[in-house]
T-cell receptor
C-alpha cells in the first residue's frame, strides 16, 4: 500500500509570505501529525489531527496552523514566514494513537529567504 | 524544554561490533518509547518500540532496554553493519497523549 505522501518536496519562500504544505496519509489511517525538524532542535511536534479534529498542539506560535479533511488528508499553513521557519516539515500517519507505530513521509524542505 | 535527551550527537563503531545508543527522559508520565532511524532526504523509519511494562524488547539485531527508575533507555545493534549508518532518534509518548517527543538524534557511523 502507498506510503505517506508529502507535497511539495522542496519550497523556497520569501519572508512575510505564507505557505501551505500537504500530506496524504496511508490509506485507512485517520491520525495525521506534523513535526518540524531543524538542526538545532531536532524533531518538534506541531499538531495532530484525528477525524478532522485537532487533538493536540505543540508549542508553536499561532502562525502555524493545520487542518484535516474528511478523507484524512491534511494541510499545514505557516503565515508571515520568518527565516527561522526554514526547516524540514514531516508528516506522520497512524491508525489511531500516535504512540503506536507512526509512518513518516519524506518531508517538505522549506527554505525562507 | 527537552523532555527526551540523546546526549551523544554522534557515534562511530566498527562493522561487526555492538552499537549502543542511549536516551534519557525526564517526564515520568511517558510510558511508550520508540526508536526511529533516518537517512538523509528521507523521513524517519520506525525501528523498534517498548512499553513501560517491559524492560527489554528484541527484534532481530535490534534490542531496546528500558530502565524506568533511571528514566533511561538504550538501543543495541548487534552486529553493526555499514547499512546501519544513519541518524537514530529516540521518541517517547504518554499513553493518553497524541504527540511523540523526540530527542535530537545520534548520528551512527559504522565503518568497514
Amino acid at each position: 500500500k502507498a506510503g505517506v505522501t508529502q507535497t511539495p518536496r522542496y519550497l523556497i519562500k520569501t519572508r512575510g509570505q505564507q505557505v501551505t504544505l500537504s500530506c496524504s496519509p496511508i490509506s485507512g489511517h485517520r491520525s495525521v501529525s506534523w513535526y518540524q525538524q531543524t538542526p538545532g532542535q531536532g524533531l518538534q511536534f506541531l499538531f495532530e489531527y484525528f477525524s478532522e479534529t485537532q487533538r493536540n498542539k505543540g508549542n508553536f506560535p499561532g502562525r502555524f496552523s493545520g487542518r484535516q479533511f474528511s478523507n484524512s488528508r491534511s494541510e499545514m499553513n505557516v503565515s508571515t514566514l520568518e527565516l527561522g521557519d526554514s526547516a524540514l516539515y514531516l508528516c506522520a500517519s497512524s491508525s489511531d494513537r500516535i504512540n503506536t507505530e507512526a509512518f513518516f513521509g519524506q518531508g517538505t524542505r522549506l527554505t525562507v529567504v | 524544554d527537552q523532555q527526551v535527551k540523546q546526549n551523544s550527537p554522534s557515534l562511530s563503531v566498527q562493522e561487526g561490533r555492538i552499537s549502543i545508543l542511549n536516551c534519557d527522559y525526564t517526564n515520568s508520565m511517558f510510558d511508550y518509547f520508540l526508536w526511529y532511524k533516518k537517512y538523509p532526504a528521507e523521513g524517519p523509519t520506525f525501528l523498534i518500540s517498548i512499553s513501560s511494562i517491559k524492560d527489554k524488547n528484541e527484534d532481530g539485531r535490534f534490542t531496546v532496554f528500558l530502565n524506568k527508575s533511571a528514566k533511561h533507555l538504550s538501543l543495541h545493534i548487534v552486529p553493526s553493519q555499514p547499512g546501519d549508518s544513519a541518524v537514530y532518534f529516540c521518541a517517547a509518548s504518554e499513553f493518553s497523549g497524541y504527540a511523540l517527543n523526540f530527542g535530537k538524534g545520534t548520528s551512527l557511523l559504522v565503518t568497514p
